[in-house]
């Protein structure tokens, strides 16, 4: 209804950076406390997943896209709440064996914030909270926003056409929105400032200010080319290495850099031989 001006301080609804930002860094923060591995089998850690075909899918493959799950979970008939899209990711079946084929899935990133709960023992916003974007300072960096902040967060789009709710601090992904506002794959919010503290932790070898989030033996793992042997696109551990979809990709930044696009139209991109 009305322009407003971006600022400093406005919050983005993030969306599939969600996948990077929280989910992946969460991930390997439990395979450095031993607490789970990326060659193993997710049905180890959460067995009623192992059906339907699922069994020999591991960790890895998750977070490479290299699953055979499908782009996402059918929004019809339509459904709400976390635990029906447990049931429901439970209930799918693979469309290629694991490992055969890249498919981008926005699944893979819903189990892997699952396992993170399953693991840890607590939520996955909470144990971002607590182990990332706290220890970092980043304050405005969270799901499910206040209220009371709504006037810092950029809208996104009309639920319906232009007749419906303006959506604005409530998460865009309808999945993700389904799930109650934390999933795995989308969900996050935060500013440019926040971003680039973590940008700048992951190019100190994910260390800033004294406080380590990842050994840097570990931000190299997630941004080296970890795909099956002979497969492209090339990809990290939850970030891509090869991104067809970031157009000035190669104007830009030199081979060896590394980021993430959202559907809402945020980018990150991190270049560690020029340090940007």
């Known amino acids: 209804p009305k322009k407003q001006p971006m600022t400093v301080d406005?919050?983005?609804?993030?969306?599939?950076?969600?996948?990077?930002?929280?989910?992946?860094t969460a991930v390997m923060k439990l395979a450095e406390d031993g607490k789970l591995s990326l060659d193993e089998r997710i049905s180890r850690y959460w067995p009623e997943f192992g059906s339907?075909?699922?069994?020999?899918?591991?960790?890895?493959?998750?977070?490479?896209?290299?699953?055979?799950?499908?782009?996402?979970?059918?929004?019809?008939?339509?459904?709400?709440?976390?635990?029906?899209?447990?049931?429901?990711?439970?209930?799918?079946?693979?469309?290629?064996?694991?490992?055969?084929?890249?498919?981008?899935?926005?699944?893979?990133?819903?189990?892997?914030?699952?396992?993170?709960?399953?693991?840890?023992?607590?939520?996955?916003?909470?144990?971002?909270?607590e182990n990332i974007f706290q220890p970092l300072g980043m304050k405005n960096t969270f799901f499910k926003p206040k209220k009371s902040l709504q006037r810092c967060i950029a809208p996104t789009q009309y639920t319906n056409g232009k007749k419906g709710r303006m959506l604005c601090g409530e998460v865009h992904d309808p999945a993700a929105n389904r799930m109650e506002g934390v999933a795995g794959h989308a969900g996050l919010f935060s500013t440019a400032g926040d971003l680039s503290i973590f940008a700048k932790m992951l190019l100190e070898g994910g260390t800033l200010s004294g406080v380590r989030i990842l050994n840097s033996s570990t931000v190299e793992m997630m941004t080296l080319p970890q795909s099956p042997p002979d497969q492209k696109p090339l990809r990290g551990l939850g970030w891509s290495i090869d991104a067809p979809l970031a157009a000035n990709r190669e104007i830009l930044l030199p081979v060896g850099s590394y980021g993430h696009k959202g559907y809402t139209g945020t980018l990150i991109w991190i270049d560690p031989v020029s340090n940007t």
């Open 52 to 129: 339907n075909g699922k069994e020999d899918i591991t960790v890895r493959h998750l977070l490479t896209h290299y699953s055979g799950l499908r782009a996402d979970l059918s929004l019809e008939p339509d459904w709400f709440g976390h635990e029906t899209a447990l049931k429901m990711i439970i209930d799918e079946k693979p469309v290629a064996p694991p490992g055969s084929k890249f498919l981008y899935s926005d699944i893979n990133f819903e189990i892997l914030g699952e396992l993170v709960g399953k693991i840890s023992g607590e939520p996955l916003d909470a144990y971002c909270s």
């Open 10 to 24: 406005t919050i983005f609804d993030l969306a599939s950076l969600t996948k990077v930002i929280a989910t992946t």
